[in-house]
């Protein structure tokens, strides 16, 4: 194997700040979409996008990478066209205390 050296010249080349078409990031407007990760993104648009009971959406990987935050994007976007759930009460059960009782409210009515 043939190794060459290369001088600090060639490693790093500068960017001219005058080509840029902004003055600071803030400048710029929030992507719309996640860059890289194509096969992860498809992953998780069909586990949000499942009807069926049972499932869930599992995301593993390096910390830091933002699975998070992607996975958030994916549900709120999907919220946003569904509509509002009821919300769920468990109630104690004096009965059988190891299996509370459920009460449906409409949404925001169950506080």
Not at 27 to 52: F, K, Q, T, Y
Not at 57 to 70: C, D, I, L, N, S
């Amino acid at each position: 194997m043939t190794t060459t050296e290369l001088s600090a010249d060639q490693l790093y080349h500068p960017t001219d700040l005058a080509d840029l078409a902004f003055e600071t990031t803030a400048d710029l407007a929030p992507l719309d979409e996640i860059v890289g990760h194509a096969r992860a993104i498809e992953a998780v648009e069909l586990g949000v996008a499942m009807r069926a009971q049972g499932f869930n959406v599992f995301a593993m990987g390096r910390e830091g990478v933002g699975k998070h935050t992607a996975v958030q994007q994916f549900l709120a976007a999907r919220a946003a066209t569904e509509p509002v759930p009821p919300d769920a009460c468990y109630l104690y059960n004096f009965d059988d205390p190891r299996r509370p009782r459920l009460l449906t409210l409409p949404a925001g009515r169950g506080a």
